[in-house]
């Protein structure tokens, strides 16, 4: 389990930036060799962008990160996201029921349009994440709890986006019946 930083890619090796595998080295002190059994390194089930961060599993197990990230598989990832604007209780309802309905994501980098099956959006959710995951709220930004099972490709931002808004904070805070460990400081 890891603690992804913000800042950080999900990649073995980055020109740009710095990776969770540095990041992993940096805090545990052992190198990546020490993790990597019959030629199989250790790798992330699953990716967060450099702009989020959160629970990310580190794993040198092929199938069981396969298993994780397939979407058939229905493994829930749920996620606290801080919003750039404020959005009235009736917005709120209509843009959780037509997440939970499925939309479409517009297009965003190399990825055109792309139908995203049902995402659960709970804007009333307990104060105690917010607190448990030092999530910086404030009195404008509305925080919402997202639970989904795909995963595509900036799916939650997308998703806000087409809600004509954006995310300013994202964070994963479990996959499964993982939690994060909020002892773990981000990059840990």
């Known amino acids: 389990m890891m603690n992804k930083k913000k800042g950080s890619v999900c990649s073995a090796v980055s020109s740009r930036r710095k990776t969770i595998f540095e990041d992993f080295v940096e805090n545990t002190g052992?190198?990546?060799e020490e993790f990597s059994g019959g030629g199989v390194k250790l790798?992330?089930?699953?990716r967060l962008d450099a702009e989020s961060e959160g629970l990310i599993l580190l794993t040198?197990?092929?199938?069981f990160s396969n298993y994780l990230t397939r979407?058939?598989?229905?493994?829930?990832?749920?996620y606290i996201a801080v919003l750039e604007k404020d959005i009235s209780p009736l917005a709120k309802k209509e843009f959780s029921k037509r997440a939970e309905n499925g939309v479409f994501l517009p297009p965003e980098k190399k990825f055109g349009e792309q139908f995203c099956s049902s995402i659960?959006?709970?804007?009333?959710?307990s104060s105690e994440l917010i607190k448990k995951y030092s999530v910086p709220v404030k009195k404008n930004?509305?925080?919402?709890?997202?639970?989904?099972e795909e995963g595509k490709f900036h799916e939650i931002r997308r998703l806000f986006t087409l809600f004509e808004n954006s995310v300013i904070f994202l964070k994963r805070i479990s996959t499964a019946n993982?939690?994060?460990d909020e002892k773990l400081l981000p990059g840990q």
Do not use: M, R, Y
């Not at 040198?60 to 199938?63: A, E, I």
């Not at 659960?120 to 959710?125: E, Q, V």
């Open 30 to 32: 052992f190198s990546l």
């Open 43 to 46: 790798h992330s089930a699953g």
């Open 60 to 63: 040198n197990d092929g199938l």
């Open 71 to 78: 979407p058939e598989n229905h493994i829930q990832k749920k």
């Open 120 to 125: 659960i959006l709970d804007w009333d959710f």
């Open 141 to 148: 930004n509305p925080s919402c709890l997202i639970t989904l």
């Open 178 to 180: 993982v939690f994060l």
